[in-house]
């Protein structure tokens, strides 16, 4: 079955810093990948998805992630991180027979001035 | 474009009570879902459809019914509520299965 891996609940970064966000992934079929952002009191909303194109995915907001088959990752990053960036942050893989979404448990970022 | 829209928006049940929560999404998006989030355990599927009068269970249904009547509507609906059911829950749809899913901004609702 398909599972996704975030590693670290929480990730601290200084404004300005390099942000990296960790995701794994299993799955028996050629991934859909997606990376989304939680507000505070707010739904997910998309930065970005891999659907087989290019291995390197840009997004909203500066974010962009790799996948890498070998490694089963796709890490999400970002040169400089905002004040605004601080989130909570998903990764999902497609399910099998691509009906559902897995998720992962979250990430959230706090960025310190 | 309103998007996901769900109704209500907060809620407080007390335990053994009914209600009915209401997804709309005005993109006529065939899929659409229904998630709990709890701290610390990311989103969890209880139950989602594929088309207008399908409907199939998640990762957590148990304690919880759904309906899509009409394409645009999924209700999600608690027949007895338990305090283990307070929970922020969020709607998604999508238009098909390649495509990402678009959430609501979720209900929140604590059951006493």
């Known amino acids: 079955a398909q599972s996704v891996t975030q590693l670290g609940s929480h990730v601290s970064v200084s404004e300005g810093a390099l942000v990296l966000l960790r995701c794994n992934y299993s799955?028996?079929?050629?991934?859909?990948l997606f990376w989304y952002v939680q507000y505070p009191n707010q739904g997910l909303q998309l930065l970005l998805k891999?659907?087989?194109?290019?291995?390197l995915v840009k997004g909203i907001n500066g974010f962009e992630a790799e996948f890498k088959k070998s490694e089963t990752s796709f890490h999400l990053t970002k040169p400089s991180a905002h004040m605004s960036d601080a989130a909570e942050y998903f990764c999902?893989?497609?399910?099998?027979?691509?009906?559902?979404?897995?998720f992962g448990t979250g990430t959230r970022l706090l960025v310190s001035p | 474009n309103a998007g996901v829209t769900q109704t209500p928006k907060f809620r407080v049940l007390k335990t053994g009570q009914s209600m009915t929560l209401l997804c709309a999404q005005d993109?006529?998006?065939?899929?659409m879902y229904w998630y709990r989030q709890d701290p610390g355990m990311g989103l969890r599927l209880i139950h989602y459809?594929?088309?207008?009068?399908?409907?199939a269970k998640g990762e957590v249904p148990d304690g919880y019914n759904v309906s899509r009547l009409k394409k645009q509507n999924f209700l999600l609906g608690l027949e007895s509520a338990a305090p283990s059911q307070t929970s922020v829950y969020f709607c998604?749809?999508?238009?098909?299965?390649?495509?990402?899913?678009?959430f609501g901004d979720g209900t929140r609702l604590s059951i006493l």
């Open positions: 998604a749809s999508r238009i098909d299965s390649h495509q990402p899913q678009h």
């Open positions: 799955s028996s079929v050629p991934p859909y």
């Open positions: 459809s594929v088309g207008e009068g399908t409907t």
């Open positions: 993109m006529n998006h065939e899929y």
């Open positions: 999902a893989v497609t399910s099998q027979g691509f009906q559902k979404l897995v």
């Open positions: 891999y659907t087989s194109a290019a291995t």
